[in-house]
């Protein structure tokens, strides 16, 4: 661990760029210096692997972006459950986790990989866990949750200690079982990303308004 602290100071974070333009859509990362590689990136932050440290995912903050002493406390809170990484190191802007491996069911449904109804009860059970341990499950959609060997687990838990409700992860479940349910019994094909991107950005587009 302590040799995987010293990687993250000493080359990722001299050398990796990571830049919060617009505070609604993903970072941007550029400049990541071999052989660290981009699991993904989220409004607040991007998450790093290094080959060797294939079991670790390395999470940091994008600069003036806010949440990291919040997230740490969420891990403190949530413990060891098998839906959920752990949280092994804290640093002043950045996380080191269990890396999670699976595949997104955005990535999911983009490639043609089934997304299995004990996956969706998997996400239900974690989520009950969470409100159990005192906390409120926000932010859950389809590029943070992920499915692995059928089964369900969550990736983001940044926003869990917001108090205000979240319906997206309901929303997910009508969509799944009314339209992709129906149709993956009989089929399952790539979704183009293009298609996938009209509709997150028309459902945040209808969240938005829906506040206003």
Request: one cysteine or more; proline letters at 6%.
């Amino acid at each position: 661990m302590e040799k995987l602290r010293e990687l993250i100071t000493d080359d990722l974070m001299l050398k990796a760029i990571i830049e919060s333009i617009d505070p609604q859509e993903p970072v941007k990362v550029s400049n990541v210096p071999f052989p660290w590689s981009v699991l993904g990136c989220g409004n607040y932050a991007a998450v790093f692997c290094h080959p060797d440290y294939e079991d670790y995912a390395v999470k940091i903050y994008a600069p003036g972006r806010p949440g990291l002493e919040e997230e740490a406390e969420v891990y403190k809170l949530l413990g060891h459950h098998p839906a959920y990484a752990r949280c092994y190191y804290i640093g002043s802007t950045f996380l080191i986790l269990d890396r999670l491996h699976g595949v997104t069911f955005y990535d999911s449904m983009k490639q043609g990989i089934l997304i299995t109804e004990q996956a969706i009860r998997d996400i239900d059970y974690a989520l009950d866990y969470a409100r159990s341990r005192g906390l409120q499950p926000h932010d859950v959609h389809a590029k943070n949750v992920m499915i692995r060997d059928g089964r369900g687990l969550i990736v983001d838990v940044s926003d869990f200690l917001k108090q205000e409700d979240c319906s997206m992860w309901e929303d997910y479940k009508k969509a799944y079982y009314r339209l992709y349910r129906p149709i993956a019994s009989r089929w399952i094909f790539p979704v183009p990303r293009t298609i996938l991107e009209i509709v997150r950005k028309a459902y945040k587009w209808r969240k938005r308004n829906n506040r206003r």
